[in-house]
């Protein structure tokens, strides 16, 4: 899938698609009892309803004229029982609506969301994290109403349509015929709207996408913003988002709105041709009086129904633009999965070998060729080169982020595409240097590493990087609440947190990504001092700049040119006088003050 | 009350259009009576009657009514949309306008989840307001009050006996109000919530994958989602109560009808004409009782979206322009803080911080993570303001400067590097969007960054992702320093911009930079003695002190932290070349 920024719109889908209809039926089906027994209940207190001007009219006729006092009240009462039925269906209808619409609507949020987990970064890379954020919470909304109420009143309009076409059949079948007619007239001229309806709202939902993506760029980059003051130049391009939502809300409305007026036209039109041809009729004497009378009542009724199934249709249109996109986001397969038969990792002991391996992000644009090493258990192996070799495009590869494209990643022998991921990257730590902190506690976050993890165990964790002391100086401690990008902490002690966090996890395998480059010297010697002890029986693949780091390794990579150039510990390698004695001699007397 | 006051001035601009949409229904409310008349007169007058030579006049009236009607009712909705897209597009402008001022502090205590709910959810719920409930409110109270005069008209004593129902009604519509507000509250709040989460789980992504926490992540997920449900369902038992009870409300004024009327004719107060008539005209009056309810319900939803909304737009950042301010195009550069010190809430961050930078002079603040460090410079930008002391530019105090031309002044390339799901060349020029493309490379050049640019496939057309994901941490940094390049402000604040990069690019960087940086005051702060030893002046920083200062000959003869820290960075090097 391309990359895509916020005023891209997402590409639409040609063709009105039957197939996410049917899906989404499936989330009903749970539902089908309560259905019918709504259904049931509507219907019958409609039937019911039917009789009520019945009763009035007859109280009207006979029952005044024989001032029969008690007759009167007897008819009132009924009256009243009967709505009072309407009022309990009424409330029936409310609780079971509801309750339908709100379990599927978090059914399918649900399963967009798990689907969400499995989706690899590039996913998450390549878009507006606004647009994923619009889809799980703002769709899945928009579907709630039409997945109850919309459901029942479509089947009981149905359903009257249906008797109300069996009256008008049985009164006389020419007269019907007419309204047959203008039946097909108007389902005609609404389908050949729907293109233009369907296609209008699908590109809103684009535009409203795109909008909310902006917004939610500009809030989290606002210090960006702030210290650039963008403002105004911001404020102008989300003006013109903003006005660009209008205008493809306004499109899909008109279209929306002449619906309605539509079939009034055609009705009025068929109710005016059936009074013409009735009167006819009456004139030359082939139907009652009556039978013509009858019949514009029923025709009257007729497409009141059908002008609720047409809304009906209208919201399924706009619908069908929301659900397009969950549905392309539910059908994005992880490109890393679980193959077949994959089994359990086993305890890691931390022994890592790369074979003959050939990677790319994009056909025909090799990142690595041929690359094979190994890594001993509990070696500290420090991968250094210049940027862009590849250097965290393998670490990537040992947690199986991505799959390779030829040869092998074996870790304790084991190759690692056979075994099911979620079992390999749990005993595998990655400490990013992309530090991400959710709101919540510091205890919190640190925990986040190892869930069921008591408070001196968090506690232990902070103290064994350097973390506890400045915890405490906050005011409520390890109970400080912060947030997202933990505003209130600087990125040094962002990167302590998630250093905690990765080391809580005990993992058998570490993979450091420039882990500490925030971090003053001072702290990064003691952390030093307690991570030779952590670092004991783990296997470590350090990604940093900073040769102190480096040089301890028991195993240097130099990465360039997709391989590995050079292996070795740093003596080894010094003496070998290669790129490496070249990039250490080169910093160390740039450092060399 | 006042939020809708406040809606209101939204809406003025445009209440002539909404009168119009307003008149426009009440003639089509009246139009939808004449449809059944005409039907009638046809029914009587020509199928009963026999008088076949009125059958086309009618038959032409009652299309032409409905022609009309059809055409009104089109300009109607069209009006009364248009006018609510407008409304909230000027809303939604109102928002991010605000969002976009506020200080740090109000981004440090608001979640991206919650202020993503008001911009989004709560705008589209005043959209419907003034789209639908307004009209549709106005509709049922003029079809309520014209059947009651037209009952009144013709029978006073039954009219009063149906007036018996209004009180009910209102008491019942006044419990609603009170009882469904929290409801509304709730779902808010839950919703919000939900957006949090969800949010958060994108945006942590690697996090969440590092640490194999999608089961716990779904966990969390699953309990705020089901809060929204229950809440929701909560909410339908507001309405599963009240509606069914405005429902019967407005049915039982047909029982009174035929009971109370029943009796009042056969008494011989009334015609058995008048009850048909009354019988018939119930429906006006049995409708907009229903709607009450459903009115309510979205008034109140309204509400409790705007008050939210309205408390963001009113919300002032404690750091503003003073009224009067002084108006300085260009600054020189001087930076003095006198006495400094600045509190987060209770923790003391800064103590009593003084020293002077002058024009063109480059300031090095070295310490320890958490020493105070970033928050020093971010007071030179107005981020936060001063707790006590004073901060001065060419010997004005900050405060005096119009915050926008401040800010202009000073170019930053921060720690924690943000970039745009925009192109390179779009992320570069951020701050000076019409800037040339030489002027982008030059910068990217200056930065070390064209290099790596020219290698990816689309070059400065590449996007990057979101916070610059897809990038390495040196990567982004370079771009971050181009982009604070770019600006040619005589202020310039590089906070460890270089700790991603390998020392070989940064000391090419920081010969680039001597160049740039010729005249302009310069911050760094660093972590390399290398990074720092050529500044004018280096502060050392310790618990939000300044513990050392002086240039790098100074410090080394003083013995302190900093030659500390030297002989740490120098003594590991000194042991391997040994």
């Known amino acids: ?24 039926l499936k989330y009903l089906k749970p539902h089908v009892k309560t259905v019918i027994l709504t259904l049931f209940a509507i219907l019958s207190s409609s039937a019911l309803n039917l009789l009520s001007p019945m009763i009035t009219s007859y109280a009207i006729d006979y029952k005044i004229p024989q001032k029969d006092l008690a007759g009167i009240i007897f008819l009132g009462l009924g009256l009243f029982l009967i709505y009072l039925y309407n009022a309990f269906t009424v409330r029936y209808r409310i609780t079971s609506m509801s309750k339908m619409g709100q379990s599927v609507v978090e059914r399918l949020r649900e399963d967009l969301f798990v689907h969400l987990q499995t989706l690899p970064f590039s996913y998450y890379d390549s878009r507006p994290h606004g647009k994923i954020l619009v889809r799980v919470i703002n769709y899945v909304n928009a579907l709630s109403d039409l997945l109850s109420n919309g459901i029942i009143n479509l089947i009981s309009d149905i359903f009257n349509v249906a008797v109300i076409f069996a009256f008008m059949l049985y009164i006389d079948l020419r007269l019907t015929g007419i309204v047959v007619v203008g039946g097909v007239i108007f389902t005609i001229a609404v389908f050949s709207l729907k293109d233009k309806q369907r296609r209008a709202w699908q590109l809103h939902s684009a535009k409203q996408s795109n909008l909310n993506a902006y917004i939610h760029e500009s809030i989290t980059g606002i210090k960006v913003t702030q210290s650039f003051t963008r403002e105004w130049e911001n404020q102008k391009i989300f003006e013109k988002q903003s006005q660009l939502v209008k205008d493809s809300f306004m499109k899909g409305k008109i279209i929306d709105i002449c619906i309605w007026p539509l079939i009034e036209t055609v009705s009025t039109l068929t109710t005016a041709v059936v009074f013409l041809v009735g009167a006819h009729w009456i004139f030359t004497g082939s139907i009652t009086v009556g039978k013509v009378i009858a019949f514009t009542g029923y025709v009257s009724m007729f497409w009141n129904p059908i002008m609720n199934i047409s809304n009906f249709y209208n919201s399924i249109n706009n619908a069908m633009a929301y659900l397009e996109r969950i549905y392309e986001t539910m059908d994005i397969q992880p490109t890393v999965r679980d193959v077949e038969g994959a089994v359990e990792m086993p305890p890691i002991k931390g022994d890592v070998e790369f074979s003959h391996v050939y990677f790319s992000y994009d056909e025909g644009k090799p990142v690595l060729e041929d690359v094979s090493f190994k890594v001993k258990s509990g070696e500290t192996v420090a991968l250094v080169g210049p940027t862009g070799a590849g250097k965290t495009t393998i670490i990537n590869i040992i947690s199986r982020f991505y799959d390779i494209d030829r040869g092998k990643v074996l870790i304790d022998g084991q190759d690692i595409k056979y075994v099911t991921l979620n079992s390999l990257r749990k005993q595998m730590g990655v400490m990013l240097q992309d530090t991400f902190i959710f709101s919540g506690t510091i205890m919190d976050n640190i925990r986040y590493g190892k869930l069921d993890a008591t408070d001196e165990e968090v506690i232990e964790a902070a103290k064994a990087v350097c973390a506890h002391d400045f915890i405490m100086t906050l005011e409520n401690g390890y109970y400080t609440q912060v947030n997202e990008r933990g505003s209130r902490l600087s990125a040094g002690q962002r990167q302590l947190i998630s250093f905690a966090r990765a080391l809580l996890a005990d993992p058998k395998i570490l993979i450091l990504d420039e882990a500490t480059s925030s971090i003053d010297t001072q702290t990064e010697i003691a952390l030093q001092k307690g991570l030779n002890r952590l670092l004991q029986g783990r296997t470590t693949f350090v990604i940093a700049h900073r040769l102190s780091t480096i040089k301890n390794a028991d195993k240097i990579m130099f990465v360039d040119n997709k391989n590995i150039q050079e292996a070795g510990n740093h003596e080894e390698l010094m003496a070998k006088r290669g790129h490496y004695y070249k990039l250490y001699t080169a910093q160390y007397n740039l450092s060399a003050v | 009350m006042k939020s809708l006051k406040w ?42 009657g026999g008088n076949f030579d009125i059958l086309i006049p009618l038959v032409l009236a009652f299309i032409a009514t409905i022609v009309f009607k059809d055409i009104f009712r089109i300009c109607d909705h069209y009006m009364l949309e248009d006018t609510s897209q407008i ?9 991010y306008s605000s969002m976009q001022q506020q200080d740090f502090t109000y981004f440090d205590k608001n979640r991206t989840g919650d202020i993503m709910t008001k911009m989004s959810a709560d705008v589209e719920g005043i959209r419907h307001f003034v789209a639908w409930v307004i009209n549709s409110a106005f509709e ?121 009327g029943g009796i009042l004719t056969i008494r011989g107060d009334m015609t058995v004409g008048e009850l048909v ?113 004073e901060i001065l530019i060419d010997d004005i105090n900050i405060k005096e400067y119009n915050l926008k031309k401040l800010r202009q002044n000073i170019s930053m390339a921060m720690q924690d590097v943000f970039l745009f799901s925009d192109t ?26 064209h290099d790596f640019i020219v290698e990816m ?41 270089t700790s991603s990069v390998d020392v070989e690019t940064e000391h090419y960087i920081q010969q680039t930079l001597k160049q740039y940086a010729k005249n302009k005051t310069t911050f760094i702060i660093a972590h390399r003695i290398s990074s720092v030893k050529d500044c004018d002046q280096i502060l050392v920083l310790d618990k939000g002190r300044i513990v050392e200062r002086g240039t790098h000959e100074e410090l080394l003869a003083k013995g302190g932290y900093y030659k500390k820290i030297y002989d740490i960075q120098q003594g590991n090097l000194d042991k391997v070349t040994a």
């Open chain 2, 424 to 449: 390179i060349e779009g992320n570069i020029s951020y701050g000076v969007p019409d800037a040339s493309f030489n002027d982008v490379e030059e910068v990217a050049k200056a930065a070390d960054a």
């Open chain 2, 457 to 497: 496939t689309e070059g400065y057309d590449t996007i990057v992702g979101e916070r610059g994901v897809g990038l390495s941490g040196g990567q982004k940094q370079r771009i971050a320093l181009a982009r604070a390049l770019l600006s040619d402000s005589p202020i310039l604040i590089l906070d460890d911009t």
């Open chain 2, 7 to 48: 809606l209101w001035q939204y809406i003025s601009p445009y209440k002539r259009r909404l009168f119009l949409a307003l008149g426009l229904t009440l003639t089509n409310a009246i139009l939808s009576n004449i449809r059944p008349y005409i039907t009638g007169l046809i029914v009587d007058g020509v199928f009963r």
């Open chain 2, 140 to 260: 049922s109270a003029v079809l309520f009050i014209s059947a009651l005069l037209i009952m009144g008209y013709i029978n006073r004593k039954l009219t009063l006996c149906l007036f018996l129902v209004t009180p009910v009604i209102g008491i019942i519509a006044f419990r609603q109000t009170k009882s469904v507000h929290p409801v509304f509250h709730n779902i808010r709040q839950s919703l919000s919530r939900l957006n949090t989460v969800v949010q958060e789980n994108i945006s942590g992504n690697r996090v969440v994958k590092a640490f194999t926490r999608e089961s716990y992540e779904i966990e969390k997920f699953k309990a705020a989602n089901l809060e929204y449900k229950n809440a929701n369902i909560e909410g339908s038992k507001v309405w599963r109560k009240y509606v069914p009870l405005l429902d019967s409300m407005a049915n039982s004024l047909n029982v009174i009808i035929l009971i109370a």
């Open chain 1, 1 to 24: 899938m391309a990359r895509n920024k916020f005023d891209v719109d997402e590409k639409l889908e040609g063709e009105f698609n039957f197939g996410h209809l049917k899906r989404l």
């Open chain 2, 277 to 389: 008539t009354f019988n018939s005209l119930s429906w006006a009056l049995n409708t907009p009782m229903r709607n009450v309810g459903w009115l309510i319900n979205d008034s109140l939803r309204t509400i409790t979206s705007l008050e939210k909304v309205k408390e963001m737009v009113e919300e002032r950042p404690k750091i503003y322009t003073k009224e009067e301010y002084i108006t300085k195009d260009r600054i020189k550069g001087k930076v003095e803080f006198r006495n400094v010190s600045f509190s987060y809430g209770d923790t003391l961050v800064l103590d009593n911080i003084s020293f002077t930078a002058n024009c063109g002079e480059s300031v090095a603040i070295i310490g320890a993570t958490g020493s105070g460090k970033s928050t020093l410079i971010s007071l030179i930008s107005r981020f936060y303001d001063v707790t006590e002391g």
């Open chain 2, 87 to 95: 409304v909230i597009m000027n809303i939604r402008r109102d928002l």
